[in-house]
């Protein structure tokens, strides 16, 4: 009778998920019931997803200073949404310029500004950008207490911060990137030259070449690690899609991370993502990391590979498409056993349109996987892609199904092992709306429609009291 509540009870819309402030129940580590996935001191297993987007952590925009975000109110977004989870994102270079960020205006050129920045300007003498110069043996204090501060006040609305610490991709793609950095030698007044072989580009400050700039970095990680340490929201991310020759000091900081918070209150998951252009996805899974997002190579997006339990993996639409996807994909990427999260334009200050509904979809659907999640608890659900037609299928065999139909309106499920009712339940990805079917019997193939007519559907069978 119990389980019928509450099985009754997830459908009911007017439920609040966890992402509605509730406490977090100490750090994330990864579940051993179900690798796929993190686990905290519930022993339940964690689902993630939710958008990001490039400053909500640094400002960023056309003018000089740059506009202040409103991080309050991207919370509360967020909360909306039921999303529980961000990227942190942080900037290495103090200005960039968009100019092929945005296909419908490959030629017009928008200038950014970034700040704070972890070093603070000191000066004597001013960079190439006409401020102060930096002084990389000094931390600005204002960056560490809004890192402190944002990390806060996520972690009191029950949301996951993966924590940024490089940004790989700025320096590679951004014309001239490298002068706008702080370990441009006529940036700093250390004597800090990280582009040691005169390429222009920088790309050594990522490669373990010059040990001068390796240990300013550890010094860099270890702060950060000091300031967020004792909070449960926190992973950490050592670079966005930094270069394929990055791999050897990206597992540096790995090893660095895991090492340096053994001593700690709290130890937290440590991840590694795409590197652009040319990584390999072989790369990450190698990796010591806990937690990986990889690029489209393996169908992640239209078709994404069954997670086998090597890696918990966060599949970005960030390094799929950019910007991308649909409500397909996040239901693909959830019943195969992987996080989806997306990369959101968000109010378009930078890239995009202003919360452009075009991306709704997603938003909303990141939202009712979580809550489907949390309900049903993934911790004894595995991808079972030869129990459903439609190969979409996250279940813990005879007690609980989730079954995605991409297009098809009907599905064939195998309940031959399981000879006993299960209830049937339906949502409707384009609207949200949910229905109760009849229940069937196994202990055959059940072939069920789907009551929505043509689109997609999601179909969930629980074994019924």
Known sequence: MKQHIIITLLWTTTLLCRAYGSPLNGPLRICQENPRYFTDNSGKAIYLTGSHHWYNLVDMGPTDPPPQFNNPAYLDWMVKHHHNFMRLWTWELTTWDTQGNNPKHQNERTFHHVSPMPWPHTGPGNAMDGK????????????????????MA???????????????????????????????????????????????????????????????QERYVKKVIDTVNDFDNVLYEISNENHPESSAWQYH?????????????????????????????????????????????????????????????????????????NRAWVWKSFCRGLNPIFMDPYDGVVLGNKFDPQWDPVRDNMGYTLRLAQRLDLTTMTPQNKLASTQYCLADPGRKYIIYLPKENQVTVDLVAHN????????????????????VQGGRHVNLQSPFGAGDAVLVLTVSN
Do not use: C
């Open 132 to 151: 102060p110069k930096f002084d990389v043996s000094r931390f600005d204090p204002d960056y560490f207490n809004r890192l402190r501060t944002r990390v």
């Open 154 to 216: 996520a972690n009191k609305k029950g949301i996951y911060v993966a924590v940024m610490l490089f940004e790989g991709w700025g320096v590679q793609q951004i014309k001239n990137g490298f002068t706008a950095h702080p370990f441009h030698q006529n940036n700093n007044v250390n004597h800090i030259n990280g582009d040691q072989n005169g390429d222009g580009q920088g790309l050594e400050i990522h490669e373990l070449a010059i040990p001068r700039i390796t240990h300013i």
């Open 253 to 325: 900081m790995i090893h660095l991370i895991h090492t340096y918070e053994k001593n700690k209150p709290k130890q937290h998951p440590v991840g590694m993502t795409f590197q652009y252009k040319g990584g390999s996805n072989q790369t990450l899974f190698d990796s010591p990391a806990d937690w990986i997002s990889p690029n489209p190579n393996g169908g992640y997006r239209d078709n994404p590979p069954a997670n086998s339990g090597n890696k918990v993996v966060l599949t970005d639409t960030d390094h799929l498409w950019g910007i991308g996807g």
């Open 420 to 439: 006993i009712p299960f209830e049937v339940r339906w949502l409707n990805p384009a609207q949200g709306d949910r229905k109760r079917g009849n229940d």
